[in-house]
């Protein structure tokens, strides 16, 4: 299941071409819409869940819409980034919420 | 990392600082951290004993680094500006009025809190760099644009204090809208005797050089050494049409005096301006009293109408300055003229401030006659008088006045030429297109390092204003002009082997100080950039540091944060501080003995918009209860608009909280400003009271 762009959050990171996401996606899959300034997936099948655009996102506006081998409708699983480590928030299909923090290898 | 040799200083204040805050405690538990080589307690750092301890142990022990647990970073800078190490180096705990002062009342909690406070600190200290002051090449001379008066002035100061420089015009003569006029005020004096004098003083000086017809085409570069290419119009004959020359002109600085405009009474047709031939406006009266010898003399019945246009929400919101002024001068020129002329001054709110106010005095007593009351409408009768019906306000009753000349006091509009110019080097304006950067604080300068704005393009005001803004913007124009500039290193460095070319820094930058170099990464140009670190906070990958502020620090504060040091049940809360106003009302709070709860701890930033959501995302991951960033009020921000960036930011990092079941309350904005210490403490001791209700943060290590 691919991603899913919030339309109302994406700002299209503000620079007429090239998002963060477009940047970072592995599989050249995101890219801006040049009408309405926002990003989108281009090839929704194609996408690999890998999270890196959902991760990137300096709005907050890539939501990960999880696989059904995963997590039915309702679990998710939230990423947010610091400068040199990651809190993961899992909710599953019930509704409990875990979090989780790691150190990264993104070093200064 | 293992050859760093921190020393840490910690002063009593004369026992102030000790009063509260156990700081032997300190001393022992800091002598056994990494990288520290050297603890001394001393009890008045500050005195010249206390430096050259500090001087000597740099000296002796070879330290690197130093932290001084004292006063607040903002106050004795110069005792510890120069202590023979690099001023980078140096970092400063706020012991006294951060701590000890406003948790007086609690001593425990007070050296918990400078405990936690001295880690932070030393894990800064720990990343500095030394940074050395940036030497760039300036060229001595400078741009004016505008000859009016102020330009005038500009240029006659500038190459008085030793520039060279290009005064250049585009109409094909100089002194603008003054050469237009009869009289100046309060004085009487024809303006002509001292445009005369400054014409000549113009001629006789090398090195200024005078461009009429003359425009900006366009300008780029830094301040230091712009490059602006001007061009010049020779005047057509029907054998030769009109010609153009295109020079470029390399300026170290530009001042900008494009003047300004009359209002076009038109629009208001109930003037019948253009329509009934006795209706005239200010400048026609200036003209006709100038051209025509009689014509002061021959007025019989004047009426004045004071704010045509002005202060209507339609034409011209704002108040023009001078209009009252210039009417109660025209009348007291009709009197002079003839003592038997009649006039009337129909007004809103008349407004002379300062000296002029004896001016109206003497109007009042010279016969003039001033009626509260604005007529709707102008009407032309059958001997060709113009009718003036009015409700006077004051008397409560209508009166009717037959005049043989009707004024209308128009205001001041920017002017085409400051449009143009806007266009051509994109300067900013204000929402009446007057060039503005931060009026209260900087009334000189525009949005772009190195152009500053002389006279009326700036807001409507009067000769003798025009000329003393003119000396404004030649005093902040001489640092650009001196050969060389010194730039302190503050200003942000680009990590290219992170950067990911988003552009965000180009587009967010209040200054328009980034451009690109030849392969897309953004760069930065040390001249234009005010170092406040917005770009720094707006970097989605923290590839952005400032010079006195690194994210490399920022993590490392946070990494060792105890974020239970005031035990389980205490809430933490991360306070960013603009240091403009925030951080010095949390001072003031100290100062005052305003008690304040020890649940904040405090980093100084050079604006709220300088903190990056990815520090705030930090803060929250590593457990603090709660992030408080604290800048100016939005209209209020020194640069422009970090305040509302840093709150966009603020509610994006909260939408993340909100996704991940986390209370979005735990991040909060204050607008605090230099003067509420006591609005400071209070948001303090609310914002711990309600996270207290909250509860512990889920992530904070158990």
């Known amino acids: 299941m691919p991603v899913y762009v919030v339309k109302d959050k994406c700002d299209g990171c503000k620079g007429k071409d090239e998002p963060l996401c477009e940047q970072i996606c592995i599989g050249d899959l995101m890219t801006l819409n040049s009408d309405t300034g926002k990003a989108y997936c281009r090839s929704l099948r194609d996408c690999w869940d890998c999270m890196s655009c959902t991760k990137i996102c300096p709005k907050g506006a890539i939501e990960q819409r999880i696989p059904y081998q995963l997590g039915y409708h309702g679990a998710k699983l939230i990423p947010m980034m610091g400068t040199d480590s990651i809190t993961w928030t899992c909710v599953d299909i019930d509704g409990k919420v875990e979090r989780f923090s790691f150190r990264t290898r993104n070093k200064h | ?702």
Request: net charge negative; aromatic share 6%.
């Open chain 2, 1 to 702: 990392m293992s050859d760093i040799k921190i020393g840490v200083f910690l002063c009593t204040c004369e026992g102030e600082i000790e009063k509260t805050i156990a700081l032997d405690v300190l001393a022992q538990e800091a002598s056994g951290r990494a990288g520290v080589v050297s603890v001394r307690k001393d009890s008045s750092l500050c005195s010249e004993r206390g430096i050259s301890a500090i001087r000597e142990d740099i000296d002796k022990l070879g330290l690197d680094r130093v932290l001084i647990a004292a006063c607040s970073p903002a106050l004795k800078t110069r005792e510890f500006a120069d202590l023979g190490i690099n001023k980078y180096m140096v970092e400063r705990v706020n012991f006294r009025e951060q701590c000890s002062l406003c948790h007086a009342d609690n001593s425990e909690h007070a050296t918990k809190k400078a405990r936690a406070m001295l880690g932070m600190s030393l894990e800064k200290v720990r990343h500095s760099k030394a940074l050395e002051p940036v030497t760039v090449p300036a060229v001595k001379t400078a741009l004016v644009v505008g000859g009016g008066v102020a330009g005038i002035n500009a240029a006659l100061d500038l190459a008085a204090a030793g520039a060279e420089v290009f005064l250049i015009e585009k109409n094909p003569h100089l002194g603008g809208k003054v050469s237009e006029l009869h009289r100046y005020y309060p004085r009487l004096c024809p303006p002509s005797c001292g445009l005369e004098l400054m014409y000549s003083k113009l001629e006789s000086n090398p090195r200024i050089h005078v461009l009429t017809s003359s425009e900006v085409e366009s300008l780029s570069g830094s301040p230091g050494h712009f490059s602006v290419s001007i061009k010049t119009t020779s005047p057509g004959t029907i054998k030769s049409p009109e010609e153009y020359q295109v020079r470029t002109i390399i300026a170290g600085a530009v001042v900008v005096a494009t003047g300004w405009e009359p209002f076009d009474p038109r629009p208001l047709t109930e003037y019948g301006y253009g329509r009934l031939e006795k209706v005239i406006t200010n400048l026609d009266f200036e003209k006709s009293a100038r051209e025509q010898g009689q014509f002061l003399a021959q007025q019989k019945k004047t009426a004045f109408i004071q704010c045509v246009g002005s202060r209507d929400e339609r034409h011209l919101p704002y108040c023009s300055d001078v209009c009252c002024m210039v009417s109660i001068k025209q009348a007291l020129l009709l009197k002079q003229a003839n003592p038997d002329n009649e006039v009337i001054i129909y007004y809103n709110d008349i407004r002379t401030p300062g000296e002029y106010e004896s001016v109206y005095r003497q109007a009042r007593t010279s016969g003039i006659q001033f009626v509260k009351g604005i007529p709707s409408e102008l009407r032309q009768d059958e001997q060709g008088k113009i009718s003036v019906s009015v409700f006077d306000l004051m008397a409560g009753e209508r009166t009717e006045f037959a005049a043989d000349l009707v004024v209308l006091a128009t205001g001041m509009k920017a002017s085409r030429g400051t449009t143009a110019l806007k266009d051509a080097i994109g300067l900013a304006t204000n929402k009446e297109n007057f060039i503005e950067s931060h009026l209260q604080c900087h009334p000189q300068d525009s949005q772009r390092e190195g152009i500053f704005t002389a006279g009326c393009c700036r807001a409507p005001m009067d000769v003798s204003r025009s000329i003393e803004s003119a000396g404004a913007a030649t005093a902040k124009a001489l640092r650009y002009l001196q050969g060389e500039m010194a730039v302190s290193p503050d200003y942000p460095v680009v990590d290219i082997l992170k950067c990911d070319r988003c552009k965000r820094c180009v587009e967010e930058c209040p200054f328009k100080a980034y451009s690109y170099d030849d392969k897309g990464f953004p760069q930065v140009d040390i001249l234009k950039c005010r170092a406040c670190g917005i770009c720094m906070g707006g970097c989605p990958i923290g590839a952005i540091s400032l010079g006195e502020l690194s994210i490399e620090q920022l993590s490392g504060m946070l990494d060792v944060l105890d974020t239970s040091y005031l035990g389980e049940d205490e809430p933490v809360i991360l306070g960013f501080l603009c240091k403009n106003d925030a951080y010095r009302a949390a001072d003031d709070a100290g100062l005052k003995g305003i008690p304040c709860p020890a649940n904040l701890i405090s980093v100084m930033v050079p604006c709220s918009g300088a903190v990056n959501g990815m520090i705030i995302a930090e803060a929250i991951s590593k457990g603090v209860d709660g992030v408080l960033l604290a800048g100016c009020a939005d209209n209020q921000c020194h640069y422009l608009h970090g305040s509302a960036l840093a709150k966009t930011r603020l509610a994006d990092v909260s939408n993340k909280l909100k996704e991940m079941y986390l209370e979005p309350e735990r991040l909060r904005f204050a607008s605090i400003s230099r003067d509420d210490p006591e609005k400071f403490a209070a948001t303090v001791k609310e914002y711990a009271e309600e996270l207290k209700q909250l509860g512990k943060n889920p992530l904070r290590i158990q």
